[in-house]
Every structure is written in C-alpha cells, then in structure tokens.
C-alpha cells in the first residue's frame, strides 16, 4: 500500500481528486489536511469532511492554516462557487474536523515513517511551508511531494498571465517549499487543459458509469464550466487536482524533466510565477521534477475506474 497524506483547499476538482485515493486499492490514505485558498478555512474543511463521508471512509481530516503565510487571502469562489463545490445545494455544514493542527500532521506523518509518505498538495503550499519551516529534515525524510501547482515549462497562467492559482495565493510558501530540498514534483495547470478537460462525450461518459460518485464529481463542476466557458479552447471544466493526483497514483504514464526551479514571491504581474532556469544561467542543481505530459486516455481510464 502506498500512503498518503492529502493537502487540500476542498473545492470542486480538489474532491474529485480526494475521491480518486480513496477509493484506490493500492492507496492508503492517512490524513486529509487542509488549507484556506478556494474557499475560506472552515468551509475547505466541511467540503472535505463530506468527501470523506461520500467515499465511506473514516479517514481524519484537520484544519491548517486560515491564510497565506505573509498576506490577506484571495479565494477561487469567483471560479468554484461560492460553496466551492459548485453551489449544487449539497449538505455542506456541521461537520468536525479530527483535532490537531495541519502542519504538525504532516511533520508527524513524514518523521514518523521515514521514507514511506508521500504527499500531495493540491492547494496554495501554506500548510507544507510551515510544515518544513518546523521540521526541515522532513525534506529527506518524506518519500515523494506531488504539487498540484504552477505552470509547467510554458504557462499560462490561470489568475495572471503568468501565474496559476496555488502559487499566485502565497506565493511566499511556495517558494518556501521550492527552495526546502523537498523532493518535488510539479503538475501545473498546462497538464490540466492539455489532458484533464472534461467534454461533452467525456462528461456523457462519466455520467454514464451510474454511480452516486460520478455524478457527484460531475454535479460538483457546474461553477467551474461556467467558469471557463469562456477561455479559448476549452471545451468543457477541467479539473487540474485529479490529473496531479493520477500522477500521484501512477507516474508511469508521464513525460517529465528536471529543471531548477524557482517561485517569484514578491508583489507585481509576476507574483507567484515559476523560474524555470532549463539553459542553466543560474547554476542551480534542479530541484524539481516538471510533468510536461499526463496522456488524457491514462487519466480519464483511471478516473472512470476509480468513480464506479
């Protein structure tokens, strides 16, 4: 069994995703942490916990940090709804979060069992940076930390020109992790419009496999192909979390490279985008692992298994 430990700002691709280990045979999820960044802290938190529930499982979820490290949070409910998980009128109140902070979660999880955890983040980094700010040794001691975040080689960006959600909302914390010996691997929002769109016949398809899970993880992303509909060449919501959490799951089917890499933490057009030094001006070892391909038929077969 692989475990992991799953650090999300609940909203309507982070679900889908947090379904996608669940429900994986091979997948043992330990703890659910959560961050502010779609939505505010607490309602992150009741989005997970109902998640958690949907997929019967018992698996703790705990409450991290309410904002970025070093300024005001900006939410994603312009994009995820106001719920987050697409105002579609699910019970999303009343919940408890299992007791403990998220950042000693992770630090106990890594040091607890050296070499056997790996991490995803699908959320702005703020929990993993206090997490490695306390315990720095948790960089050699964790197994693998898959970042849903960025933008890849290339872009675009998704909030500016040049940045993608989870880094532009603090960007202090992932240069914090970027800059840790963490040992990363980036799935940046370039690999979600290239191969996680969901299309018309994709989302007929999805809808098809008759399942409570299926048309949740379709209900959920009303907002968001409301959202899009408007960006050239999108056929359709997509959902970037998944698609990092398959690469999670099973790396085999990417293409990637290592590169140095770099987050731009300061205010400006370029807050929270990526230095990617791949001619070496800089003399950096590289740090990080950049997918620049996820194949769409390797993804979908594995998210329509997963949601039967």
């Known amino acids: 069994m692989r475990r992991f430990v799953i650090d999300t700002d609940t909203a309507s691709d982070d679900a889908v995703a947090l379904v996608m280990a669940l429900r994986h045979p091979d997948v043992e999820v330990e703890a659910v942490t959560v961050v502010a960044g779609n939505v505010g802290l607490d309602q992150a938190v009741q989005n997970a916990l109902y998640t958690v529930e949907l997929c019967g499982s018992e698996v703790p979820v705990y409450a991290g940090a309410a904002g970025p490290l070093l300024r005001d949070l900006q939410t994603a409910q312009n994009v995820h709804g106001a719920d987050g998980m697409g105002d579609c009128g699910l019970d999303l109140s009343g919940r408890v979060p299992a007791p403990g902070r998220a950042a000693d979660v992770i630090v106990d999880a890594v040091l607890g069992s050296p070499g056997r955890i790996t991490l995803v983040t699908l959320g702005p980094l703020t929990n993993v940076a206090t997490a490695v700010l306390r315990a720095p040794e948790i960089a050699t001691a964790v197994q693998r930390v898959v970042v849903m975040g960025g933008t890849g080689l290339d872009g675009p960006g998704n909030v500016t020109p040049m940045a993608e959600y989870n880094f532009w909302a603090d960007p202090d914390a992932a240069a914090v992790v970027m800059r840790s010996g963490l040992p990363v691997e980036l799935v940046g929002w370039d690999i979600s419009i290239a191969s996680a769109v969901v299309t018309g016949e994709r989302a007929s398809a999805i ?91 390797a993804f979908f077969s594995m998210l329509c298994a997963l949601l039967r």
């Open 207 to 297: 809808r098809a496999i008759g399942t409570p899970l299926a048309d949740f993880a379709l209900d959920i992303q009303a907002a968001v192909a409301e959202a899009v509909a408007g960006y050239d060449g999108l056929d359709g919501p997509d959902l970037p979390d998944p698609i990092a959490m398959a690469h999670a799951i099973d790396p085999a089917p990417a293409t990637t490279v290592r590169v140095p890499v770099d987050v731009i933490d300061g205010d400006g057009p370029a807050r929270g985008a990526m230095s990617v030094d791949r001619l070496g001006f800089t003399g950096r070892t590289p740090n990080a692992t950049v997918v620049t391909d996820y194949p769409s038929e």
